[in-house]
């Protein structure tokens, strides 16, 4: 039976410290995309508000104050989802931007 081989301390460190960085990097690659999806979502929200700005919401069909009111709600709601979806493909760019200002590719 052969005997274990025993690496040197310092070379087993610096296996132990890459694998923490590229860890890290993992971690920072994932809140960046997190980010750059929300300011995609954020973008796409402001553009779509004016789309709904100038409908109506009185009787038959609309749903009153309550309609104006939560109208900016779902505005949101469609350009998160739309984000989630692949929106318009900014946030690809963004992330990509973010990412080369922290030194990662």
Do not use: C, H, N
Request: hydrophobic share 45%; charged share 20%.
């Amino acid at each position: 039976m052969a005997a274990p081989i025993a690496l040197p301390a310092d070379i087993m460190m610096g296996v132990a410290q890459s694998t923490t960085a590229s860890t890290a990097d993992m971690a920072r690659k994932r809140r960046s995309e997190e980010a750059a999806k929300a300011f995609e979502a954020s973008f796409l929200s402001m553009m779509l508000q004016p789309m709904f700005a100038g409908l109506s919401t009185e009787a038959p069909f609309g749903g009153g104050d309550g309609e104006a009111m939560f109208k900016s709600f779902l505005t949101d709601a469609i350009a998160k989802q739309a984000a989630k979806q692949g929106g318009l493909g900014i946030s690809d760019t963004v992330q990509r931007e973010m990412l080369k200002l922290q030194g990662l590719s």
